[in-house]
């Protein structure tokens, strides 16, 4: 994959909302196969997908310039944010009831 196509693909991603900020440092990825934690340790971006475990030391993933593109703009990311916290609490709310 070439840095235009990575650009392309994460430019993709937050189009369609896919990139959850969780805060300035963590995110959730909904790529197109998988979804993928991207982290921030020191100065440093990772994500657990394919290319970056094996090849994020030649050049970031899509996920990981796509949360770099949402954190310019956090705002643009309101929609999915907003469905991560109710399914939060909804998860949270009916972890103490009992099913049937």
Same mark, same amino acid.
Request: net charge positive; hydrophobic share 40%.
């Given at each position: 994959? %070439?840095?235009?196509?990575?650009?392309?693909?994460?430019?993709?991603? %937050?189009?369609?909302?896919?990139?959850?900020?969780?805060?300035?440092?963590?995110?959730?990825?909904?790529?197109?196969?998988? @979804?993928?934690?991207?982290?921030?340790?020191?100065?440093?971006?990772?994500? %657990?997908?394919?290319?970056?475990?094996?090849?994020?030391?030649?050049?970031?993933?899509?996920?990981?310039?796509?949360?770099? @593109?949402?954190?310019?703009?956090?705002?643009?990311?309101?929609?999915?944010?907003?469905?991560?916290?109710?399914?939060?609490?909804?998860?949270?709310?009916?972890?103490?009831?009992?099913?049937?």
């Amino acid at each position: 994959m %070439n840095r235009k196509s990575i650009s392309e693909k994460a430019d993709r991603l %937050n189009k369609n909302h896919r990139v959850i900020l969780l805060s300035d440092v963590k995110a959730l990825v909904i790529g197109d196969h998988d @979804t993928y934690d991207v982290i921030k340790l020191s100065f440093r971006w990772s994500c %657990n997908c394919q290319w970056g475990r094996f090849k994020s030391h030649w050049a970031d993933c899509s996920h990981v310039v796509a949360v770099r @593109t949402a954190l310019k703009d956090p705002a643009s990311q309101a929609p999915v944010a907003r469905l991560a916290e109710i399914l939060h609490d909804a998860i949270h709310s009916t972890s103490g009831r009992r099913t049937a």
